[in-house]
């Protein structure tokens, strides 16, 4: 498949798939490689054949779906906000309740939740030995919720996690070591789709990263952070990607960490200056 013929064929069906074309530009060329291998299974030999063929049959919109979800995911990704989080943000929250009630939406294989998991364990536990953790992981995609499940990793992705935390938490010298058990308990992963349902809260930290703010359409991204930011507890925490925007017209949210993406819905008495009116998100 041309990169042309790729290019214009994300524009025809991105709005269909409530997603947006510029969310793909760093991934473009894995998923055009992914279309083209589509084409050949089904043994169509232009563009314009499989536009035809997903306007015959609504079941291939399904499977063009899958192949537009690109996850590039590891342990501890960008180091900084989980520092942040458990150095500064969440010892308060754990101060007034002794469950921390985290949703980690989009998991992909489970390098977040874990990550949270460990962080919990070994950063948290120590200076509040009564806290517990509650952690959802939602997923769309079976075969990922299927991988984290199994919690076995290369050790690639855990280059960025503390070299004492990795010791703990991945023991033996395997080159795909398994998550040890205890960093398992309070973790339930779910299917769900977010632009159909998101779970019950109220939860005092969502992780919603490279997800809904990268791929999905101006609408439904403003659809879906009214969501998130409704099942946030008082005072919880929202944590996007590195390289996110919020949308426009969304609502009004007050950053608590510098420039990281960590944000919070604004009390009455919120400092001004670190309030972000994502109206001018994006």
């Not at 997903?54 to 979800?69: N, T």
């Not at 349902?197 to 990263?209: A, T």
């Not at 791929?215 to 439904?220: E, G, I, S, W």
């Amino acid at each position: 498949m041309k990169d042309q013929d790729c290019a214009e064929l994300l524009q025809w069906i991105a709005p269909r798939l409530r997603l947006r074309p510029e969310g793909f530009r760093r991934v473009r060329g894995q998923v055009c490689k992914r279309m083209a291998r589509r084409l050949a299974t089904l043994g169509l030999t232009s563009v314009s054949a499989y536009r035809a063929r997903l306007e015959s049959d609504p079941e291939e919109w399904a499977v063009l779906d899958s192949l537009c979800r690109v996850t590039v995911s590891r342990f501890y990704r960008d180091a900084r906000i989980f520092d942040v989080l458990r150095e500064e943000l969440l010892p308060p929250l754990l101060e007034s309740s002794p469950v921390l009630r985290v949703w980690s939406a989009g998991c992909a294989s489970g390098e977040e939740p874990y990550t949270v998991s460990i962080l919990f364990r070994l950063g948290l536990l120590p200076r509040f030995p009564a806290a517990r953790l509650e952690l959802l992981a939602t997923e769309v995609d079976a075969g990922l919720l299927e991988r984290a499940r199994r919690g076995c990793y290369p050790r690639g992705t855990l280059r960025e996690l503390p070299a004492d935390w990795v010791a703990r938490a991945f023991p033996g010298p395997d080159e795909a070591p398994c998550l040890s058990p205890e960093y398992r308990e309070g973790l339930v992963f779910q299917r769900e789709d977010l632009r159909a349902g998101m779970p019950e809260g109220p939860f005092q930290l969502v992780l919603c990263r490279n997800v809904a703010f990268t791929y999905f359409a101006p609408p439904l991204q403003r659809e879906v952070l009214a969501g998130l930011v409704a099942r946030l507890a008082p005072g919880g925490l929202l944590v996007t990607g590195a390289e996110e925007s919020l949308p426009e017209g969304g609502v009004a949210l007050e950053r608590v960490a510098g420039p990281l993406p960590i944000f919070r819905v604004p009390g009455p008495s919120a400092p001004a200056k670190h309030r972000l009116d994502v109206s001018g998100g994006m």
